[in-house]
């Protein structure tokens, strides 16, 4: 009998130890999840300020375009060797458009590597003006008259935005034929900004 209740007591007390370890490892395991549940916190709030500041960010790239003008159709090397001159003398014939004081760029050039085959679209000129309120000027008139013409070619422009904002865009244009379905009134604000009315 005393042997019997010895050994049950071994038992318990190596029952305790094992109670008592696998205690001290559940505690060790809770500090260590409680540490990771800090640090998912944390990496939550980071992705939320890392989301602003990326969209700050899209919104300041989208500010130092505004600027800067795309202007189409124009063919390969009529511009001769200075785009500059060549715009500031073309842009009020083809616009019917009065620019005082005259037109200035920081910047012209035409986009991407020389073309040969003069079967081959004409690559985009791209100009920065100095003045924001002639660009404001350009837009406002391509936007009312349409694509403007020389020599029979049409000569589309176009404001200059951030890739993100274009792509945004570009969902944006794909979806007009559907609003005007539906007999909505829209508009596209830069950079994306889009209001909406119903018609009455």
């Given at each position: 009998m005393d042997n019997a209740i010895t050994s049950l007591t071994a038992e318990t007390k190596s029952m305790r130890l094992d109670i008592a370890g696998f205690q001290s490892?559940?505690?060790?395991?809770?500090?260590h999840v409680e540490t990771v549940e800090g640090h998912v916190t944390t990496f939550q709030d980071?992705?939320?300020e890392l989301l602003y500041l990326h969209s700050?960010?899209?919104?300041?790239?989208?500010?130092?375009?505004?600027?800067?003008?795309?202007?189409?159709?124009?063919?390969e090397r009529?511009?001769?060797?200075d785009t500059h001159p060549f715009l500031r003398e073309v842009l009020?014939?083809?616009?019917?458009?009065?620019?005082?004081?005259?037109?200035?760029?920081?910047r012209a050039h035409r986009?991407?590597?020389k073309r040969l085959d003069k079967a081959t679209r004409p690559r985009p000129i791209i100009a920065c003006l100095l003045r924001h309120t002639q660009t404001r000027q350009l837009l406002q008139g391509a936007q009312a008259h349409g694509p403007f013409r020389m020599e029979g070619y049409e000569m589309p422009m176009t404001a200059d935005f951030s890739k993100e904002t274009s792509d945004r865009r570009k969902v944006f244009l794909a979806l007009r034929p559907r609003l005007r379905?539906?007999?909505?009134?829209y508009r596209l604000f830069e950079p994306a900004r889009i209001t909406k009315k119903w018609c009455v």
């Open positions: 490892r559940v505690s060790g395991l809770e500090q980071r992705d939320q700050k960010l899209i919104v300041l790239e989208d500010r130092s375009h505004r600027d800067t003008v795309h202007f189409f159709g124009f063919p009529m511009e001769g060797t009020p014939k083809i616009t019917d458009l009065t620019f005082d004081p005259p037109l200035k760029f920081q986009l991407g590597p379905q539906l007999e909505l009134k």
